[in-house]
C-alpha cells in the first residue's frame, strides 16, 4: 500500500498526537521548539515540557509562555526526583494522553507538517509501533544537501535485526499502547553509557512491534553536539556499541558510528565559524528554519502577515553563507540558497579576517582528524586491524557485522 500521510486522508479518523519534551537547562531554545511545535498545520494534542532541576531559567520561561499563550495546549511538569534524561522522558510518555507520543528534545524545531505527517503514519498503518525520520541542522550551512543525505545515512545505516527501523530520539514518535506496554522493560542506564532511543528501539522490536521509516517525518536539530572535545564525541559514539551490547538477541549489519566519525572533523570546526556568522547578522538559526513554510501557513489561514513590513523579501532570502568557509574545505558541498557570500558583506568574527577564521577552522579539522586517527589505531591495538567495508556483487556491504558480531 502506498502512503499517503495527507490532511484530507487522515482527518476523519485522526489520531491524537502528544508532543514530549525533556528539558534541563534549555532556556536559550526552548521557546523556539515551542513555537515550532505549535505552528503546525494540524495542532498537536497537547505539549508537554518536562522539566529536570533545570538551574537557569526555563521553567520562568516556559511559565511566562504559557501565560502570554493561554489557548495553546503546553503543559509544564517536574520530574525532580531522579537527574537524568531517561526518567525524564519516561515521565513525560507515562504521564501523556495522546494516542501517539512524539518524543522529541528541548533544541529541537519540528517542520510545520510534522504532527500531520505523525498522525498519518499511526491512522495508516495499524501496525507501526513506533517512527522516525530524517534531520538536518538548523544552525549550520546546506541545509537541503544535509537533509538528503541525513536520508540517506538514515535508511542504510540506522537498522538492527535484518532492516528493521531504528528509532532516533531527536525525532521519534510511538504508539501509546506500544510505549506502555515496554515501559517497565526499557533499561534505566544508570552508568549514562548508551544510547536510550536505540535501547528503547530494541524493546519494540524485541516485542515483535513493528517500527518504520518516513521521509516526510522531518526535524531540525542543532549541530552542537559536533562542538564538544574529540574524547567526549568518542565516547558519545561509544553508546552505540554499548546499547547493543546490553540487547546480545539483537544485532546490525552497519555501523552508523563510521559515518559520524567520517563527519566530526570538518563539522566540529565549521561550527564555531558559522556561529559567528550567524551572531554577527543576529540571525536566529531556529526561528530561520522553517519560517517560510511558516509564513506560507499563516497565509493559507488568514493571516496576510501585513503587519510585517518586508515579509514578501524576507520570506524570499534565507541568507545562510558564511565567508570563508570555502576557505576551509574546497570539496565542501552548499545548497542553492546562497551559502557563499562576498567576505566584505559581513564582519563580527572572532578571527581579524575571514580568511584567518577559515586558517583557525582549517587547524582545529586537522586537530580532530589527528585525534580521529589516533583512536582508530587505539582501537586496531586493541581488536586488532579493522576490515574495510567492502560490497558484494549486488551492492550490499560485504564487510558487515553477522549476527554473533563478528565480520564476514
Not at 136 to 147: F, G, H, K, S, V
Request: aromatic letters at 8%; hydrophobic letters at 40%.
Amino acid at each position: 500500500m502506498v502512503a499517503v500521510y495527507g490532511r484530507a486522508h487522515i482527518l476523519g479518523t485522526m489520531l491524537k498526537v502528544s508532543i514530549i519534551i525533556p528539558a534541563w537547562n534549555e532556556q536559550d531554545r526552548i521557546i523556539d521548539c515551542l513555537d515550532n511545535a505549535l505552528r503546525q498545520t494540524v495542532t498537536p494534542h497537547e505539549v508537554i515540557v518536562v522539566d529536570n532541576r533545570s538551574t537557569d531559567n526555563t521553567v520562568a520561561i516556559v511559565e511566562q509562555y504559557m501565560r502570554e499563550h493561554p489557548q495553546a495546549p503546553v503543559k509544564l511538569l517536574h520530574q525532580d526526583e531522579e537527574q537524568g534524561l531517561i526518567p525524564t522522558r519516561n515521565f513525560g510518555l507515562n504521564a501523556a494522553t495522546g494516542d501517539v507520543l512524539g518524543r522529541v528534545d528541548a533544541d529541537c524545531m519540528l517542520k510545520p507538517d510534522w504532527v500531520e505527517v505523525v498522525a498519518g503514519i499511526f491512522t495508516e498503518d495499524k501496525d507501526a509501533m513506533g517512527a522516525t525520520g530524517p534531520v538536518t541542522y538548523y544552525d549550520m550551512p546546506a541545509r537541503r544537501i544535509a537533509l538528503r543525505g541525513d536520508d540517506s545515512v538514515r535508511r542504510r545505516t540506522f537498522r538492527a535485526d535484518g532492516g528493521k527501523v531504528l528509532l532516533f530520539g531527536s525525532n521519534m514518535a510511538l504508539r501509546a499502547t506500544a510505549w506502555h506496554a515496554i515501559a517497565n522493560e526499557v533499561c534505566r542506564d544508570r552508568e549514562d553509557v548508551m544510547h536510550e532511543d536505540i535501547d528503547i528501539s530494541l524493546h519494540l522490536l524485541g516485542r515483535g512491534f513493528k517500527t518504520v521509516y518516513s521521509e516526510r517525518m522531518i526535524c531540525g536539530i542543532s549541530a552542537r553536539r559536533m562542538d564538544t572535545s574529540f574524547k567526549s564525541f568518542r565516547n558519545y559514539m561509544k553508546r552505540f556499541k554499548n546499547t547493543f551490547a546490553a540487547h546480545p538477541q539483537h544485532w546490525r549489519e552497519r555501523k552508523s558510528e563510521h559515518t559520524l566519525y567520517l563527519m566530526y572533523p570538518w563539522l566540529h570546526a565549521l561550527f564555531p565559524v558559522y556561529q559567528q556568522y550567524l551572531d554577527s547578522r543576529d540571525i536566529n538559526p531556529a526561528l530561520r528554519i522553517w519560517f517560510r513554510e511558516q509564513a506560507k501557513l499563516a497565509r493559507a489561514e488568514g493571516d496576510s502577515l501585513d503587519d510585517l513590513p518586508g515579509i514578501d523579501e524576507f520570506v524570499k532570502e534565507t541568507p545562510s553563507g558564511v565567508p570563508g568557509i570555502n576557505m576551509v574545505n574546497d570539496g565542501i558541498i552548499f545548497d542553492d540558497e546562497g551559502d557563499v557570500e562576498d567576505a566584505a558583506t559581513a564582519d563580527g568574527l572572532t578571527a581579524e579576517t575571514p580568511a584567518a577564521a577559515a586558517e583557525d577552522a582549517k587547524d582545529g579539522a586537522a586537530q580532530a582528524e589527528h585525534d580521529a586517527v589516533a583512536a582508530a589505531e587505539d582501537d586496531e591495538a586493541a581488536n586488532g586491524p579493522a576490515i574495510p567495508f567492502a560490497t558484494d556483487d549486488t551492492g550490499s556491504d560485504a564487510s558487515a557485522d553477522t549476527a554473533d558480531g563478528t565480520r564476514n
